[in-house]
């Protein structure tokens, strides 16, 4: 017989009461996912179980007290338009915020935020925004249409480094979209050809124009400034007050925050990279909430003080390929490796099954996906690749080349798998034998992110193989994959610029049927797969754990929000 042990719930219950008298027990039923152990695959159910919960009584003091978030990554940067990568996203979601949900990082629904409402012209080429009124700055300026004519002027301005992941958004047929004020609280958006998915597309948080003109900085200067390395003026409800590199950003409640005082004084967001460290601080009360790896939950699961949580995000994570290098130019060349991986192993290996073996270039949430069946393991059809590519099997088991384009005959195929974080060493390791297996030279080496963002980012000929990164947090507009497929060599991070894709993605751009813009996304999407820029492994389930002391009935937790939170200012902390 299966044995059957609760994993989490799903269904957050609060239940308030109508006096101050002393709360009561109360059974209820709630869905919970379930792990079934003793087979082969973990398997995930739902079940309905009988719980009894008391009730929090009314009269709770939820404000006051530090929530400390346990997070994996360094933070390159604090300037919302500059940084796309990881922690940096999660903390500036708590400080900063854009015109609408809707975009990249934030929610896929279009949410008023900064935006109060819009209205749209009739032949489509004219948005007029109406900004919400009384909102101010953290060091107490009033927030404007100024500020979102100089968001935008510094996001279209190639001299802003580190505004690539989202500049492309900007513009409709090269063109960049022209933004202009009519008052104080009212913006127009033209564009030289009708984008219906605009407001998903201008995804960027807010940045104050008052600052970078009060203290002479360019846009070239934005990425070396104080904004960007310890500093951080939002509209959020957090305030960024210190940052110690290597250790910690520590935030304060934002006073002036238009949305009321939030019920936390503090959110430290404390840096470990290691897994285990955060698992022990996290027992030990030195943390309160943090994500782990799901071979972590056995750990964890008794703790009574501790509760699990799942969530399948919009996630999907692949590795990707530096298409100049001339050992990798050759799109067969990419499929033979793509062959080579056992993914579905490596899912259950890195993952316990806690995801889904990736089939398109797109997220499911996409709705221009569609499920192949393309690109199975098979070790025999990447040999076959190679050899029609013009590699030989050297007498050490390693293939050389001997009439491959580009590459030197006698050269052995050698490739260097770039490992960015710690927790990225795994998949690597896994990719680096499935390649050995094959009769690759494939070798590791660990570079600092930092390091690897001056090497590459913004230049043609990267000095990069291959490394493993992700999209997500972009909702259900395939257009909003266009960064990454087809953003043009300079502003890709495998140069990858297949001027067909390119026109594909400028056509669905400007569609306003959304069954026809899913048509020419989807031929994009087939391109892109066969050719290989990026090899999608997995969509991927989270694990995260908390201290029961803290609250997140009222928090607003977005699977498709990079920050988890979308009211962070609700969370709250039992004294």
């Avoid at 510094?154 to 513009?171: H, K, P, S």
């Avoid at 998903?200 to 003109?213: G, M």
């Avoid at 260097?416 to 390649?435: A, G, H, I, N, R």
Wanted: net charge negative; charged share 20%; glycine share 6%.
């Amino acid at each position: 017989m299966k044995t059957v042990k609760y994993l989490l719930t799903f269904v957050m219950l609060t239940v308030f009461l109508a006096s101050c008298a002393t709360p009561a027990a109360e059974t209820v039923k709630v869905i919970e996912t379930v792990i079934v152990e003793g087979t082969p695959v973990v398997e995930v159910k739902e079940v309905e179980v009988e719980k009894v919960v008391t009730a929090t009584p009314a009269e709770t003091d939820k404000y006051g007290g530090t929530f400390t978030w346990g997070v994996s990554d360094e933070v390159p940067g604090f300037n919302p338009i500059l940084n796309n990568w990881g922690t940096e996203i999660v903390i500036f979601q708590t400080t900063s915020q854009p015109l609408t949900w809707g975009g990249e990082n934030f929610p896929s629904d279009v949410v008023p935020i900064l935006a109060e409402s819009w209205e749209r012209s009739e032949d489509g080429l004219v948005w007029t925004l109406h900004l919400r009124q009384g909102v101010t700055w953290s060091d107490g300026v009033p927030f404007t249409a100024d500020d979102v004519l100089f968001t935008a002027q510094a996001i279209q301005d190639e001299a802003t480094t580190g505004a690539e992941w989202v500049r492309g958004r900007y513009f409709v047929n090269d063109v960049p979209f022209k933004f202009e004020k009519v008052d104080d609280y009212t913006v127009t958006i033209t564009t030289v050809a009708p984008v219906p998915t605009l407001l998903n597309d201008i995804c960027a948080c807010i940045i104050p124009q008052h600052y970078f003109v009060e203290n002479g900085i360019s846009n070239a200067d934005m990425k070396a400034s104080e904004f960007n390395t310890s500093k951080n003026i939002g509209t959020g409800p957090f305030i960024l007050e210190e940052y110690r590199p290597g250790e910690a950003a520590i935030m304060k409640a934002n006073e002036n925050y238009w949305g009321g005082k939030p019920y936390l004084d503090t959110i430290v967001f404390r840096l470990m990279p290691d897994v285990q460290s955060r698992i022990v601080a996290l027992q030990a009360g030195e943390i309160d909430f943090t994500g782990i790896s799901p071979q972590y939950v056995a750990e964890l699961i008794d703790n009574p003080d501790i509760t699990i949580f799942t969530k399948t995000v919009d996630m999907q994570y692949h590795l990707r390929l530096n298409v100049t290098k001339p050992m990798l130019a050759d799109k067969r060349t990419r499929q033979a490796l793509f062959y080579a991986l056992d993914r579905a192993a490596m899912v259950q290996t890195l993952k316990q099954g806690y995801g889904q073996v990736a089939d398109s270039p797109y997220n499911p949430a996409v709705t221009a996906y569609e499920a192949t069946t393309t690109y199975s393991y098979d070790v025999e059809k990447a040999k076959a690749l190679l050899t029609e590519v013009g590699w030989v099997m050297g007498s050490d088991g390693i293939w050389t080349a001997e009439t491959v384009e580009g590459v030197e005959p006698g050269t052995k195929f050698s490739i260097v798998l770039d490992v960015l974080y710690d927790e990225d060493e795994s998949v690597m390791v896994l990719t680096q034998s499935f390649w050995k297996e094959l009769g690759i030279d494939a070798t590791i080496r660990q570079i600092d992110p930092n390091v690897w963002a001056e090497e590459n980012n913004g230049m043609v000929e990267k000095k990069y193989d291959v490394y493993y990164s992700g999209i997500g947090y972009i909702g259900t507009n395939g257009v909003n994959y266009q960064w990454l497929m087809a953003n043009g060599a300079l502003d890709n991070s495998m140069s990858y610029g297949n001027e067909t894709v390119i026109e594909l993605f400028n056509q669905a751009k400007t569609t306003e049927d959304a069954t026809e813009r899913d048509a020419l996304l989807k031929e994009a999407g087939a391109i892109v797969w066969d050719e290989l820029p990026f090899m999608p492994i997995y969509y991927d389930k989270r694990v995260y754990a908390a201290n029961n002391k803290v609250h997140f009935e009222e928090a607003d937790w977005q699977v498709g929000m990079v920050g988890i939170f979308g009211a962070p200012d609700k969370i709250w902390i039992e004294k």
